[in-house]
């Protein structure tokens, strides 16, 4: 019963709820965990090291990549049939699987090629709070602008190539902390006339390689440096972000139906002018080595 307590402490539930529920809305992951553990820090509550920190953040992830492939298992598996299908089908006319499974690595490359050079950028800078703050205010403009302002033109089974790639580039923006992955990418969706669940859900499906791929990136840096060891507190943070993570999908498609991002905009630039008041005030550290 000890070591259960001492697993489950404040702020691994805090963390893996802001991972599991921020994931896949367009607010910023990674922005939300820096202001996590900044706020965790400035309350006084003992967090873990930066090193455990690290390992933290790739159970996190873990298990928001768990959540979407049971919620898109449907999707996932005609990719997989999609994948086969472009090296064993001996046919002129493509399979449509492997059309959106050719999308998908399109628009996968060019972030997981950048991902790679400026992954020592994104540590440093991870938790900078100033530039968090700059970056949601940003690019929650930008998504008011693409979903208010460019009409739906077509459907996710008509995306083509270079569309595909233009969201891929775009994604490329969401390794600076605070852009958002899934914020940037569905609107980059909407700037190519993708409707509003065409676009949340190509970001949804294109979350799997990238999450994939940095945990595979991140599981091989720490195995370098001798520092990864899969403990108790790494399995409950994956269970936990694992069920926040398939309720933010479930909500997220859910809306993309009925209604507009708006909600989301107005939340990013509240947060961010919120985390300037903060920084102001002090009650945030205005240097990302004070925590």
């Avoid at 994104?122 to 403009?141: H, P, Q, S, V």
């Amino acid at each position: 019963m000890g070591l259960l307590m001492f697993e489950i402490q404040p702020w691994l539930i805090i963390q893996a709820l802001i991972q599991g529920l921020t994931e896949f809305l367009p607010v910023s992951s990674t922005g939300h965990l820096g202001l996590g553990w900044a706020a965790l820090e400035a309350s006084g509550l003992n967090t873990p090291t930066t090193g455990d920190q690290q390992i933290i953040d790739i159970a996190l992830h873990l298990g928001t990549l768990m959540a979407v492939v049971l919620y898109f298992f449907g999707d996932v598996t005609r990719l997989y049939s999609g994948g086969l299908a472009l090296f064993t089908r001996q046919s002129d006319r493509p399979d449509p699987r492997s059309l959106l499974f050719v999308r998908l690595i399109v628009a996968s490359i060019p972030a997981l090629l950048i991902g790679m050079l400026i992954s020592d950028f994104r540590e440093t800078y991870k938790n900078d709070l100033g530039l968090i703050a700059a970056t949601t205010i940003l690019f929650g403009c930008l998504l008011f602008v693409a979903d208010r302002f460019f009409l739906p033109t077509t459907r996710l089974k008509h995306l083509s190539l270079s569309g595909a790639f233009l969201i891929g580039i775009m994604q490329c923006f969401a390794l600076v902390p605070g852009v958002s992955r899934s914020g940037i990418t569905i609107t980059a969706g909407r700037f190519i006339g993708l409707d509003r669940e065409s676009a949340t859900r190509f970001s949804m499906l294109l979350s799997i390689p990238i999450i994939l791929g940095a945990g595979i990136f991140g599981v091989l840096e720490l195995w370098g440096r001798g520092e990864l060891a899969l403990t108790q507190t790494a399995i409950w943070a994956i269970f936990i972000s694992f069920l926040a993570a398939l309720g933010a999908i479930h909500f997220m498609m859910e809306l993309a139906r009925r209604a507009t991002f708006t909600a989301f905009v107005i939340y990013r630039i509240g947060l961010g002018i919120t985390i300037y008041a903060l920084l102001a005030t002090g009650w945030l550290p205005s240097s990302m080595g004070q925590f």
